[in-house]
């Protein structure tokens, strides 16, 4: 079955970069999908972050925009989340997730989760 | 922005009641709404899709309805693994939104 797991630092300093990564096994990157991050946080609920296709195509969510990239590695079947000029605010459980497309209409949601990884920010 | 509102934030219940959670969206979206289950220390599980459209595996006592602003989630009949916090998200527009959820425990 397919599974997505998170991996990265689970501390990192004010100002410098999160960067996480999303192994995905049962299945294969290349085969399509959208491929996403959301992160929760007590204070901010859940909250997407941005998605990336197969093809290297991507959204992001406005208020993070400038301060993220997600790319994707077809190769290692993996996907990745940076994050620049963290503050304690981008504390929060990161979680990378399938984004199933239901076609014809469009609709997105998640199908399946990884388990999530626990960033923290602080010095 | 499209912002999601829940109702109630939480709620108690028996084993057995029928649970009706209500999601509104500050704008139409038609029926591009989900919901999602999320218990403690776990990543959420998604169990309606489109509004109403039961994702596979979830049992059938879960259903969604709704379209435009106004959408409910409902548990027929209440089951102890059901005790978790739940939240509808819309993909109508980007970005994704959720809503801030309704946790539901036990009476």
């Known amino acids: 079955q397919v599974q997505l797991q998170e991996s990265g630092p689970g501390l990192v300093k004010p100002s410098e970069t999160l960067s996480l990564m999303c192994s995905v096994s049962?299945?294969?990157?290349?085969?399509?999908?959208?491929w996403g991050w959301i992160r929760q946080s007590p204070g901010k609920g859940l909250e997407w972050i941005g998605s990336v296709n197969h093809s290297g195509s991507t959204a992001y969510t406005p208020s993070l925009k400038s301060r993220v990239t997600v790319s994707v590695d077809t190769s290692k079947n993996q996907f990745s989340l940076k994050l620049t000029s963290v503050t304690a605010a981008d504390t929060a459980v990161y979680y990378c997730a399938r984004v199933f497309v239901v076609v014809p209409m469009g609709a997105y949601y998640m199908d399946v989760w990884g388990k999530g990884a626990t960033v923290t920010v602080s010095s | 922005d499209i912002q999601l509102t829940q109702s109630p934030s939480s709620l108690s219940a028996s084993v057995g009641d029928r649970v009706t959670i209500t999601c509104r969206a500050s704008?139409?979206?038609?029926?591009?709404l989900n919901w999602y289950q999320q218990k403690p220390g776990k990543a959420p599980k998604v169990l309606i899709y489109?509004?109403?459209s039961l994702q596979s595996g979830v049992p059938s006592r879960f259903s969604g309805s709704g379209s435009g602003t106004d959408f409910t989630l409902t548990i027929s009949s209440l089951q102890p693994e059901d005790f978790a916090t739940y939240y509808c998200?819309?993909?109508?527009?980007?970005?994704?939104?959720f809503g801030p959820g309704t946790k539901v425990d036990i009476k």
């Open positions: 489109a509004a109403s």
């Open positions: 998200q819309q993909s109508y527009s980007s970005p994704l939104t």
């Open positions: 049962g299945f294969s990157i290349s085969s399509g999908y959208y």
């Open positions: 704008q139409s979206i038609s029926n591009y």
